[in-house]
């Protein structure tokens, strides 16, 4: 557990920062709402068995489609989102980028024989990119922390933003603290006169060893030139959402977890309905749901979860968009959506 790639523990001035937050409580963070990661008790030992018999629909039977976009051109006055599969996306808005949770080394795990990315999924590589304004982190777990994309991306960013602790593996790895802000739930940073991020609560944890809660998740609230994104990393479906729509009075887009869910973890991450209700509670104009196809991390079918959505975004009447990883997605524009992931 000492290799670099499972990073560092808080400790110094920014272990003491974090015993003063509020959501810190008894050695750990804990989520607002009571939150069991195992409440039906089920073994690792059943875990892993039933792992390992995950049907073959967990992987596309062909290579994922996928766009190819020049990153360093995107022109638009408008917020336009590029999804790379999974939690990564960029966000381009009247040149300023901000990068989310991104993975590009090919797989979510600290070994390489779990956590492949599909065929197709990973097309777009460290070197595609523009210098990055703001690469914001959800959460320290590997398939939105990922050392070797940190490593490689690093001199491209000009400023980190994380939840509290987070920095701590960032600055293991060689980035320098000038760069790294820390946030807890409820901070707001000031960007530009036109720009701010607050990090708002989450319904999840943190860990990439045995030791898990030791660092803070959040999601996020951009404004940005005019536009309210809501960014939700991960999170199992609580009353902050409902609570973060009246605060903020509802958004243009919500990015929202969709998929890796599974009845022995309930509370941890939101099941297809749930992140349509979310979006509802957030009074979201536009859902896009992201945290699927790139990555096997449950049991369902690759692309169940995005049929599931689709399903209950139409009889709530929820508007959603699913580009194709790499499709730009501008806000305010006419989206023609495809079912793209229509096959096994």
């Given amino acids: ?54 049907s073959k629909t967990v992987v596309p039977g062909k290579e994922i489609p996928c766009l190819k976009v020049d990153l360093k051109n995107l022109p638009s006055d408008k917020p336009t989102i ?29 070994v390489n024989f ?66 790294l802000v820390e946030l807890d739930w409820w901070d707001t940073l000031l960007i530009h006169s036109t720009i701010e991020i607050t990090a708002t609560p989450a319904r999840h944890f943190s860990g990439r060893g045995f030791i898990r809660a030791k660092t803070l998740w959040a999601s996020f609230v951009l404004k940005i030139h005019g536009y309210k994104i809501f960014i939700g990393g991960d999170s199992g479906y609580d009353s902050q959402f409902k609570r973060i729509g009246t605060i903020f009075k509802g958004f243009d887009l919500a990015l929202l977890e969709c998929g890796q869910y599974g009845e022995n973890w309930p509370f941890i991450h939101m099941l297809p309905e749930e992140t349509v209700k979310a979006a509802k509670d957030l009074n979201a104009s536009v859902l896009f749901p992201v945290h699927w196809a790139k990555f096997v991390l449950a049991n369902h079918a690759w692309n169940e979860p995005i049929k599931r959505l689709a399903i ?6 929820q508007c959603f968009v699913s580009p194709m990883i790499g499709q730009a997605y501008t806000i305010g524009e006419e989206h023609q959506q495809v079912d793209w992931w229509d096959f096994e």
């Fill in 114 to 179: 779990f956590g492949k990315a599909f065929k197709g999924s990973d097309n777009y590589k460290v070197e595609d990119f523009p210098d990055i304004d703001i690469l914001l982190i959800t959460h320290d777990h590997y398939d939105h922390l990922d050392f070797k994309t940190i490593s490689k991306i690093g001199a491209k960013v000009k400023k980190i933003i994380t939840p509290l602790g987070v920095g701590a593996h960032l600055e293991h790895w060689g980035l320098t603290k000038d760069k």
């Fill in 1 to 54: 557990m000492n290799t670099r790639i499972f990073g560092k523990r808080p400790s110094g001035d920014r272990l003491i920062r974090i015993t003063k937050s509020s959501n810190y409580k008894e050695g750990q963070f804990q989520n607002i709402e009571p939150t069991s990661l195992n409440p039906n008790k089920v073994s690792m030992f059943k875990l892993l068995r039933d792992f390992s018999k995950k």
């Fill in 82 to 110: 590029i999804w790379f599969g999974h939690s990564s996306y960029l966000i381009s808005s009247k040149g300023f980028k901000l990068l989310v949770d991104p993975v590009f080394s090919g797989n979510a795990s600290p």
């Fill in 312 to 317: 209950a975004a139409k009889s709530t009447k």
